[in-house]
């Protein structure tokens, strides 16, 4: 898996007497197998257009995307979304929710209902098969939502905010959740948080963007999940010196582009 | 002089405040609490009151005949038939008309709706005339009818599904906007076509507006019934009670309208059942 995001620009065009806005400007980005690629900075900063790119529900301006070498030109099942929320459908209960995906790309019942206990199980939702899932909790309700991204075996993950309507407790758990199950699955991912702390203990790589126009302006690479994942307890890596370090360093630059835009 | 009890809170005051909520409520909820025997006591008083009126003898019979009389009334036409047609056969009639008239507007109405919620193309050439027809009573343009159609089962039907299509074209085209864009993004991502996102996401969001529209409607319909049958019909409940107000049996006109009543009713308990059992998550 390789996704290759290769001078990339997005210009919204005038409305309401404003000028064009640039979105994103010339904004270059590999995503290689395996990856956890955090997406992080002030509002305006276009993380949201760059995964609405990534989905294909938005063509750039100039520039290409190619995933494994393919153009890409839509939406399609090899990149699943992960929403904020709002995207489960109530008139379903957990395992239909779950098995949707499969239900669209004409897998037979059984099948489809086959995979998406495999990832309910790995999701910890067995026993709620059945479950209305406006019932749930909004940490459940992610649960569904990743679990349903998953059984369509996407190359690449994408999340766009997935834990940021949830409480701070729910949130930590939900993270090393994720962090268990990338480990689990191998898939790519592209996260997009308003967390520093989030940002820097879930990505293998964090870009931190700046609005107007809409870039990358720093890079980093990160040690922390990795950490996590043989082993550290999270409260330890995320009160390690390095962490806090990096945390100050990353947090100065998005305070910076906050103030600049007032 | 002042009174020396302490002075509770008047009546108005504990009308317009809001008090605590006993657990296992939630405050503030508007209209919470349930309404079901007081809804039988309204209408357990609403009969007394009506007998009461009737048996001191405070109107005519002419104006307000006694529940008895309308009771037997109803025996004896069920019995006898009224002007020479037995009172199934009205009954029958007429829900065919109305039911009929409802099934063809929302088998054309539903996916009109729905279509013109979907793409700005049908939206613009349908809504001019759905919107223009929409407000006019079915009254003024029944003698068009007439013209066009005659005085047969046609414009009698076609009047009544008139009524009940633009609401449920409405309803449909709005219920289109429920699916939020989440949910659409969601399915597409999974390579969904647009016409699977219709029926999969789309079309079970905007259940609830359909199934309202189509109770509203079948109400237009029932309304509408009444005109339809104004003219050269011989049969059918709306015929009962315009023929029978012309030769002041009101005793008639008050059991017509318990019986479209209680049909309409019978139907609406039916829809909030289907209502029930399609969108539990209202």
Same mark, same amino acid.
Request: aromatic share 6%; hydrophobic share 30%.
């Given at each position: 898996m390789s996704l290759k995001i290769d001078h990339v620009s997005v210009i919204y065009p005038a409305a309401d007497g404003r000028p064009p806005v640039a979105a994103l400007s010339d904004i270059n980005l590999d995503i290689q197998e395996g990856e956890f690629v955090v997406a992080l900075g002030a509002s305006g900063c276009g993380k949201s257009t760059l995964l609405n790119l990534i989905a294909g529900f938005l063509s750039p301006t100039s520039g290409g995307l190619t995933l494994d070498g393919r153009m890409v030109t839509g939406p399609g099942a090899d990149r699943a979304v992960v929403f904020q929320k709002h995207a489960l459908l109530p008139w379903l209960n957990v395992i239909d929710n779950v098995a949707f995906g499969l239900q669209i790309q004409g897998v037979p019942k059984q099948a489809r209902n086959r995979t998406a206990n495999e990832f309910i199980g790995l999701l910890g939702l067995?026993?709620?098969? =059945?479950? &209305?899932?406006?019932?749930?909790?909004g940490g459940m309700q992610q649960r569904v939502g990743i679990a349903r991204a998953l059984t369509c075996d996407p190359k690449i993950l994408l999340m766009d905010? &997935?834990? !940021?309507?949830?409480?701070a407790l729910t949130r930590e758990k939900a993270q090393e959740l994720i962090l268990k199950i990338w480990g689990e699955t191998r898939k790519s991912v592209f996260f997009i948080t308003h967390s520093v702390e989030e940002a820097l203990f879930m990505g293998t790589k964090l870009i931190v963007m700046s609005p107007r &126009? !809409? =870039?990358?302006?720093h890079v980093f690479d990160l040690p922390f999940s990795r950490q996590f994942q043989s082993g550290t307890p999270a409260r330890q890596v995320k009160a390690s010196h390095e962490f806090i370090a990096l945390r100050e360093e990353v947090l100065n630059i998005i305070f910076a582009d906050e103030e600049a835009v007032e | 002089m002042t009174d020396p009890r302490p002075k509770g809170p008047g009546l108005w005051a504990r009308l317009a405040r809001s008090r605590p909520t006993k657990p296992g409520e939630i405050y503030g909820?508007?209209?919470?609490?349930?309404?079901f025997w007081l809804s039988v006591a309204s209408v357990l008083a609403l009969l007394a009151l009506w007998w009461l009126v009737t048996a001191l003898g405070l109107v005519k019979p002419l104006f307000v005949p006694s529940p008895q009389s309308v009771l037997a009334k109803f025996g004896q036409i069920w019995r006898e038939g009224f002007t020479n047609t037995s009172f199934m056969d009205h009954v029958l009639i007429s829900t065919a008309r109305v039911f009929g008239a409802f099934v063809l507007a929302c088998a054309i109405g539903l996916p009109l709706g729905l279509a013109m919620g979907m793409s700005p193309l049908i939206r613009g050439i349908f809504d001019p005339p759905i919107e223009f027809y929409r407000p006019i009573p079915p009254l003024a343009y029944l003698p068009l009818m007439i013209i066009w159609f005659g005085i047969g089962e046609t414009s009698k039907v076609l009047l009544i599904f008139l009524s009940i299509f633009a609401p449920i074209v409405l309803g449909a085209r709005s219920g289109?906007?429920?699916?939020a864009i989440e949910q659409i993004h969601a399915a597409y991502s999974f390579g969904a076509t647009r016409w699977q996102v219709m029926r999969h996401v789309i079309l079970p969001s905007a259940m609830p507006e359909i199934l309202t529209a189509m109770r509203v409607g079948v109400g237009f319909g029932w309304t509408t019934l009444v005109a339809a049958e104004m003219v050269a019909a011989t049969k059918g409940l709306g015929y009962m009670v315009l023929s029978a107000s012309q030769f002041l049996q009101t005793s008639v006109v008050i059991m017509g309208i318990f019986v479209i009543a209680t049909i309409a009713f019978a139907f609406d308990l039916m829809m909030r059942f289907l209502e029930r059992r399609l969108v539990p998550c209202r």
């Open positions: 067995d026993g709620f098969q =059945r479950s &209305p899932v406006y019932k749930l909790s905010e &997935p834990l !940021g309507a949830l409480d &126009p !809409g =870039r990358i302006t | 909820v508007p209209g919470q609490g349930n309404t289109v906007k429920s699916a």
